[in-house]
């Protein structure tokens, strides 16, 4: 290496996710052992109390993610790690940052379900869980990055973006790339583009905790600082008070979901692979994606006319990009690790304008480069 | 110094919700006083409360406050302690809220000992979803779900406090208000976790289906079954049969959670794993 500032590594997905985290100003993480997540919660048992930050071994699941809203409220960034059946308990308190507009992270690192389903083997079957997870409207960030150096630089992105819409973000990578040991290049903190949640300009006398700015996202105060005010998980007014009135209750559930839907273009991130001339393309995300790139520079050798798009979020879902593309293609093939779940969104974003095709495998095993191109090349006879 | 209680208040959330002849504004009564008489700034209170009619209490003091949720009350708490150890952090619980739905977080709140003060209103009854029995609903008394009355035991929340690793423990009721404010005093000051039970009164969830209609009947019986802890050691097995002992069960001094972290801190950060 020749620039001494640039720290390579190798490092695994979890490990991976901890180093992120910390860069992007992580300082409390509580959480409760589950495989395939364990690494996450071990990593910052280490590397927390280094950096004069919490480190909590809560007593399950949901204490964990209450903790973590805890101490999001005091103004330190927070975040918590599990995989299903650990993320089925957190729903009622994500729900609850969801209503409150705490920023928080939660990582998911799928295997497969349901229930208990098999820990040490990787799935997808959490997209739309991650999702719809808890009750109610809300919007949702959903991040899924697909190899170990993604891991790094997308958990720093789910931690900003939490910040700047004041939302749970959930960060899905799933047991491949979760336990993979991968080089990563570590960026220097002058690299890492921070962003922290906007702060109170008004005296505290005129301080309004919900009442949001233009952007729709409510500037928020620390517990401590002053400014006293009230948080509840009962839909509330401008002043943080639970509220009846059925004008009050509309806007604050719209602006719930408009804060994030009307900002998706920025929250979206998605990379395009042989995709100018593709006739069919492959929709895929996490360790599927890369399974997924191989196979499209397979077929283009063969000479089929195949392309990626690869989606890094997958809440806010990519409609317009998907509705744009259906416009192009002919096919459009979606391999999932579950038997179909982001296929019906694809399915909805392309209104028709070509053929949706889902390939879904359930089995414990990845999905490699060989199998979906076989998929393509049985359904190019349909063509 | 101002004595008032009122100072505390948020006075454009009154009236409350709360029944008349409910515990509930006794309590509170009874928490404000002893902060007020401990000097406590309210920038620096963190007041936390999880589901039910007990849960308004946040609503309405002029604190840093939070209405979480079922059970969770001490969980969140303590993601706020832990993240700033100066805040003074009190979670209010009910009954169902604490030992049922919260027991578990409950348990390992006392087991780490951590600088929370933990005030459970005790009314023996789900009051506001509507008289369900709950896990200190006497045995053999009556609730919307136990209509030919609860045959289950009741936990005995002090005793399980002391016993899992809190510092102070103390059960008051809001018949011997001025005895409650004293208890909960102390338990704000105590460095670790600190648990005062109130007994409380629901007349109407309670009450109505218990032959206990009023709140002067409600009052009465709780007075003729809490007996002080030194009168009910005296009392034989037979004579302790449906009383509730009041008192201040433990208060010692061992080391705090928030305490031992910032120690482990110190330790890594000069490189030393071990003590």
Redesign the interface.
């Known amino acids: 290496m020749t620039d001494k500032n640039k720290t390579v590594k190798i490092l695994q997905g979890n490990e991976a996710c901890v180093e992120g985290a910390l860069l992007a100003g992580i300082r409390f993480f509580a959480g409760y052992p589950i495989t395939p997540a364990s690494e996450i919660a071990e990593g910052m048992a280490i590397r927390l109390p280094e950096l004069g930050g919490v480190f909590m071994q809560m007593e399950d699941e949901i204490a964990s993610m209450a903790a973590v809203i805890g101490a999001s409220l005091t103004g330190v960034k927070a975040m918590t790690a599990s995989s299903g059946p650990g993320i089925c308990l957190k729903q009622e308190n994500i729900g609850f940052a969801a209503i409150t507009e705490v920023p928080c992270v939660i990582v998911n690192a799928q295997r497969g379900g349901p229930s208990t389903g098999l820990p040490t083997k990787p799935a997808q079957g959490d997209v739309m869980q991650a999702r719809w997870g808890t009750h109610g409207d809300h919007s949702m960030i959903a991040l899924a990055p697909s190899d170990v150096n993604e891991i790094l630089h997308i958990t720093i992105k789910a931690i900003n973006f939490s910040e700047r819409y004041r939302t749970p973000v959930m960060l899905l990578l799933d047991e491949v790339i979760a336990h993979m040991r991968e080089k990563v290049n570590i960026p220097t903190n002058e690299e890492v583009e921070i962003i922290d949640r906007k702060k109170p300009t008004v005296d505290k006398e005129n301080f309004l905790p919900y009442k949001a700015d233009q952007d729709l996202v409510p500037p928020m105060a620390n517990f401590g600082s002053g400014y006293r005010y009230h948080v509840t998980g009962l839909i509330h007014n401008e002043k943080g008070y639970p509220t009846a009135n059925t004008k009050e209750i509309d806007q604050f559930l719209r602006r719930l979901t408009n804060k994030i839907e009307l900002y998706k273009k920025d929250i979206i991130i998605e990379e395009k692979f042989l995709l100018d001339d593709a006739r069919i393309a492959v929709i895929a995300y996490g360790s599927v994606a890369r399974a997924a790139q191989r196979t499209v520079k397979l077929a283009r050798e063969k000479g089929i006319k195949a392309g990626l798009l690869k989606l890094v979020t997958l809440w806010p879902f990519s409609d317009d990009t998907i509705n744009q593309l259906a416009g192009q293609v002919d096919l459009m093939l979606v391999p999932e690790m579950n038997l179909g779940q982001m296929v019906r969104e694809v399915q909805r974003a392309a209104e028709g304008k070509c053929r949706v095709v889902s390939y879904g495998r359930v089995d414990g095993e990845l999905i490699n480069p060989m199998e979906i191109l076989s998929k393509i090349e049985e359904e190019s006879k349909y063509e | 110094m101002n004595n008032s209680i009122t100072q505390y208040f948020?006075e454009?959330?009154f009236p409350h919700i709360w029944c008349p002849g409910c515990g509930n504004g006794i309590i509170l009564g009874a928490i404000l006083r002893a902060i007020n008489s401990i000097g406590w700034e309210?920038?620096?209170i963190?007041m936390?409360s999880g589901i039910g009619c007990s849960s308004r209490i946040?609503?309405y003091v002029?604190?840093?406050?939070?209405?979480?949720?079922h059970g969770?009350a001490?969980?969140?708490?303590?993601?706020?302690?832990?993240?700033?150890p100066?805040?003074k952090v009190i979670a209010v619980m009910g009954d169902g809220d604490c030992a049922a739905i919260g027991g578990?977080?409950f348990?390992?709140s006392a087991r780490r000992n951590i600088d929370i003060t933990a005030i459970i209103i005790n009314n023996m009854i789900y009051g506001m979803t509507g008289g369900q029995y709950s896990p200190l609903t006497p045995t053999g008394k009556f609730g919307s779900t136990a209509p030919y009355g609860n045959i289950d035991q009741t936990f005995d929340i002090s005793a399980l406090a002391a016993s899992a690793g809190a510092s102070y423990v103390a059960r008051g009721n809001i018949f011997d208000v001025n005895q409650t404010t004293r208890f909960i005093k102390k338990a704000l000051l105590k460095k670790g976790f600190s648990v005062v039970e109130v007994i409380s009164d629901c007349p109407i969830s309670f009450g109505r289906i218990n032959k206990l209609r009023t709140p002067v009947q409600m009052l009465e019986w709780i007075k003729s079954i809490t007996v002080p802890k030194t009168t009910w050691e005296k009392l034989s097995e037979e004579e302790k049969e449906g009383k509730i002992p009041t008192g201040e069960f433990l208060d010692i001094n061992i080391p705090e959670y928030t305490d031992k972290?910032q120690e482990?801190?110190i330790r890594?950060?000069q490189g030393r794993r071990e003590k």
């Open positions: 948020r454009e959330m309210k920038d620096e963190v936390v946040t609503g002029d604190f840093n406050t939070m209405n979480t949720t969770r001490l969980p969140f708490a303590t993601g706020i302690k832990m993240s700033n100066n805040l578990n977080h348990i390992h972290y482990i801190c890594v950060q």
